[in-house]
């Protein structure tokens, strides 16, 4: 039986692509947990829009499968060549399924080794690749919701409007964009086949950016009847998001190579707010949470008395409509409504009260709610926290969240066997390892989402509207130009925001002793995303 989760723990994971949220999150929430965590050569998940080595991922799989007590894989990497290469068609169903293949391969060699796999069904849109595709981007997703209302919602009335929008689209793309959805359903389909055979064995299908109405629809009623008609429905999910998926599945591999399953409490800040409809998702929040849960392996129950964590979150208001207040060069509400007292001061009740409290932040898309990480920095609660998240989608947010406070909660419950044999010094020195990953996590998560998401990002946007004639989507042969304004406006947000974490407690008897910003950069040529890396060292009280 597993006590812990020590050292000698080795899980083989194959992210959806390299960017920092699907390469390099699922690294640091292995250190939170204390395991080692073997990934794909960075080179061979290709970049933006130079796709990954699908043959390559393929062999490196084989070889890490061998030492792994666990694997997790990204079937878009493993069949595509990542996300952005799952809506294009330079791969066809043949190519695609010969690589996942492999996936069978693993299963008959190790049978007892669980896997865990995720699948992206498609946006409802096409990847916004330069200034006309941003275009073409928009008229693309209105097709798709147009098209839904009329079929399935039987609206009249709309023709005009479809042949108008028609129109506008080359022929081309939106030829490339329903073959492409065709070969991903096939591709759903035949991982569906494999979990319901036993080959897979816990199947995770994110529905990355959407809305209420849209093509997709249709698509994950075909998904969900044909889980039941396999009987995978205990196996198997649909639910809103992407990028996070790995580190989603990571934390449900956590629990099983420890046997423990966790128990998460989710708390809402208002009633409505369960209710909102987040921009880019197509159902309430409150569905969303469950899922999530759910698919990280917990187990959801009614009261912070009988769970291990919980989780407070920040919902979207619910009278704001899907833009919410995106544009806004300050990233809040500013809204009586939206309570933050209620979270904060029940995160610190509950804190006090020794319990563990992790914050999705929802409440905005692509940023933090800069009142609410306020508030939390200035009552110094927010380097106790479990876990934070408040990057892109709800679904982003929230599956980075759990993931990490599910890491931290297990090292906390079953901290005092990472040790093993290897006696007290050394399981000292590990608690240390661990404690000071999940902290430099905390604030890497608040320099990326609150720093630069709410905050830089605006201000390199408008710097390259007065200073280059470049999209921030593709920023061409001025990459070095842009990232040193992205790095230099972050380093200056962190020396004036470091004094507010320096002494701030780290959990249990810890304090941070020093925190520092080790990395800052662009991870691919636009201003999307940023890789931040904060190291912090603790000391004990």
Sequence with gaps: MITGLPNQHRIALVPLDSRPCCQWFPQQIAKIAGVRLDTPPIELLGKFMKHGNCEGIREWLLQAAEQADGIVVSADQLAFGGLIASRTNERTLEQASETLEVL???????PDKPLYVSSVLMRITITGRNAAYIRYKDLVQLFSELSDRRERLKETGLEAEIERVRSEIPDGILDDFFLARRRNMALHRLLIDWTSEGFIDYLNITQEDASAVGVHVLEQR????????RRAQAKAILYPGADEATSTLLARMLQKLSGRTLTVFPRFT?????????KYEDRPVEETVKAHLWAAGTIVVDSPLEA???LAVNPPMDYMKNDGKESSDVKALFDSRHLLTDLVENTRYQLEAGRRVAVADVALPNASDMELVRYLLDERLFTRLSGYAGWNTAGNTLGTCISQAVARTLNDLLGAGIGGEHGEASAAEAARTTDEAHASFLVSRLMDEWGYQAQVRGQTQKWIAANLTVSPWDLESHYDIVNSVVVRQLEELFAATSPLLAGAAAGGQARIAEVKLAEVRLPWNRIFEVHVEAQVRLERE
């Design 222 to 229: 075909e998904l969900q009847q044909y889980m039941y008609e």
């Design 308 to 310: 291990d964590l919980i």
């Design 270 to 278: 208002s009633e409505s707010g369960k209710l909102a409809i987040p």
């Design 104 to 110: 069978r391969t693993i299963k008959a060699r190790y």
